[in-house]
């Protein structure tokens, strides 16, 4: 759909972002009853919470905008949700499952993070401080979330990595030097 103004293409960002916030509350509780890692449950479960105040956040900047709350099919976030559902399905619980819960979630947190982004860019643009202040809450929020999935991940790559070493050790009776953790 074409925009004749910024503000439309703000209330179809919005529309948008709406739309995947939805499928995402819908998703969490399988990616959650799938975790083994009580870290990354938790994490999970917090954000969840959190993605249902986020939505009361967009249902407040369409009020702000004088528009209805609705949604535009996010096709995009329905792509990553469904990779993820996926995972649930073929992997074995346990540690590498949960790996690929993380990465899977951190997709979506990364989609989140441009769309809130723009969104908050758009309204910037066209002077509306009290929709921008919002989306900059949730964006700094997503920002915060992915960077707590990548702290349960290195703590699971430091586990699987200690797992490695002592079936090595099992095998070979020589205790093997471990790679280093190092974060980005």
Do not use: W
């Amino acid at each position: 759909m074409q925009q004749e103004t910024l503000e439309g293409l703000l209330v179809e960002c919005l529309r948008d972002i709406y739309d995947a916030e939805k499928q995402i509350v819908k998703a969490l509780p399988k990616m959650i009853k799938g975790a083994s890692n009580a870290d990354l449950k938790a994490g999970l479960s917090n954000h969840l919470e959190e993605t249902k105040e986020q939505v009361s956040r967009l249902e407040q900047a369409f009020e702000i905008l004088g528009e209805p709350a609705k949604s535009k099919p996010c096709k995009g976030m329905r792509g990553l949700l469904d990779e993820g559902s996926e995972l649930l399905s073929e992997e074995e619980p346990g540690v590498m499952l949960d790996l690929s819960i993380i990465g899977a979630a951190q997709k979506v947190e990364h989609y989140e993070i441009s769309a809130y982004g723009t969104a908050r860019t758009i309204a910037e643009k066209v002077g509306n401080q009290k929709v921008a202040k919002l989306l900059r809450k949730t964006e700094d929020e997503e920002k915060a979330a992915d960077s707590k999935l990548t702290d349960v991940a290195f703590e699971l790559y430091g586990a699987e990595e200690a797992a490695a070493d002592d079936e090595m050790e099992n095998k070979t009776g020589r205790k093997t030097a471990g790679l280093v953790n190092s974060r980005r």
